[in-house]
């Protein structure tokens, strides 16, 4: 598989969707690379490597260490790193922590949580030669509690509000714009208007791409209460457990190691 590009991304759009999985390490991005079109160094690693209970406590030195770990394990995927809550919120602020980000890590994009407030912040990283991926819809920096988590576009205001930030941030200089849990309708026109591809968390197959958390598909963490939009396509905790009880069996009996690991 050749190397993905922009353009190629750009010339599949309203005509064969990409798609995009989340990478923490090193491991992970291996797998995945070339197998998706891009690579997202989330925040969400906050919740899914740490424990925490949101992304508002991941700093940039976290992004910057795992996003090392992960673009230099990616030789054919785009790769696409978010900037952590309260790392973006002047231009100047904005400009040194992206260039800090992407020199750092050597990814191809940072991506921004958007509201109409931090548009002029986009222009200014555009301005100054940042790829930029918007986020818009529910942007999970804003929340310390999930489970309040409610779908966008429930009423003519505010359907008619995220299709203008939408078309704002394309003019502003996104490259991609993620909607997450944008009802399906919303999205479908978004993604109609706009020249730029979108990519969807929870917003419907009208985007031009999917986007997805690791850990959830795998079903790593076997976590309750996982969002609507999160689909099972393995239970990797079930496997993991019965490995180890396996070898925790096998250890206890004396089975392992055996002549064919060990040294004579």
Same mark, same amino acid.
């Given at each position: 598989?050749?190397?993905?590009?922009?353009?190629?991304?750009?010339?599949?759009?309203?005509?064969?969707?990409?798609?995009?999985?989340?990478?923490?390490?090193? $491991?992970?991005?291996?797998?995945?690379?070339?197998?998706?079109?891009?690579?997202?160094?989330?925040? $969400?690693?906050?919740?899914?490597? =740490?424990?925490?209970?949101?992304?508002?406590?991941?700093?940039?030195?976290?992004?910057?260490?795992?996003?090392?770990?992960?673009?230099?394990?990616?030789?054919?995927?785009?790769?696409?790193?978010?900037?952590?809550?309260?790392? =973006?919120?002047?231009?100047?602020?904005?400009?040194?922590?992206? %260039?800090?980000?992407?020199?750092?890590? *050597?990814?191809? =994009?940072?991506?921004?949580?958007?509201?109409?407030?931090?548009?002029?912040?986009?222009?200014?990283?555009? *301005?100054? %030669?940042?790829?930029? +991926?918007?986020?818009?819809?529910?942007?999970?920096?804003?929340?310390?509690?999930?489970?309040?988590?409610?779908?966008?576009?429930?009423?003519?205001?505010?359907?008619?509000?995220?299709?203008?930030?939408?078309?704002?941030?394309?003019?502003?200089? @996104?490259?991609?714009?993620?909607?997450?849990?944008? %009802?399906?309708?919303?999205?479908?026109?978004?993604? @109609?208007?706009?020249?730029?591809?979108?990519?969807?968390?929870?917003?419907?197959?009208?985007?031009?791409?999917?986007?997805?958390?690791?850990?959830?598909?795998?079903?790593?963490?076997?976590?309750?209460?996982?969002?609507?939009?999160?689909? *099972?396509?393995?239970?990797?905790?079930?496997?993991? $457990? @019965?490995?180890?009880?396996?070898?925790?069996?096998? +250890?206890?009996?004396? %089975?392992?190691? $055996?002549?064919?690991?060990?040294? =004579?």
């Amino acid at each position: 598989m050749k190397k993905i590009t922009y353009k190629s991304l750009l010339s599949q759009k309203k005509m064969k969707p990409f798609t995009c999985l989340t990478a923490y390490t090193k $491991s992970l991005a291996k797998i995945l690379d070339g197998k998706v079109d891009i690579i997202l160094i989330g925040d $969400s690693l906050g919740t899914a490597l =740490y424990g925490m209970k949101n992304t508002q406590s991941i700093t940039l030195d976290m992004m910057k260490n795992h996003g090392k770990a992960v673009v230099n394990n990616v030789k054919k995927s785009l790769t696409v790193i978010d900037m952590p809550i309260n790392t =973006y919120q002047t231009k100047k602020q904005a400009l040194k922590n992206a %260039k800090d980000l992407l020199n750092h890590t *050597k990814a191809n =994009y940072v991506k921004l949580e958007n509201d109409k407030k931090n548009i002029n912040i986009l222009k200014h990283l555009t *301005k100054n %030669k940042i790829n930029v +991926v918007s986020h818009i819809g529910v942007t999970p920096q804003k929340f310390s509690n999930f489970k309040k988590i409610k779908s966008v576009g429930k009423n003519n205001k505010e359907t008619l509000n995220i299709i203008k930030l939408a078309i704002e941030l394309e003019k502003a200089g @996104s490259k991609f714009i993620v909607l997450e849990c944008i %009802k399906q309708p919303v999205a479908k026109k978004i993604t @109609s208007v706009l020249k730029i591809p979108t990519i969807g968390i929870g917003s419907s197959k009208y985007c031009d791409a999917q986007v997805l958390v690791i850990n959830d598909i795998l079903n790593i963490d076997s976590m309750e209460n996982k969002p609507k939009f999160v689909k *099972k396509y393995l239970n990797l905790n079930h496997i993991i $457990s @019965s490995a180890v009880e396996k070898y925790v069996n096998e +250890v206890k009996n004396k %089975k392992f190691p $055996s002549k064919k690991y060990s040294y =004579y």
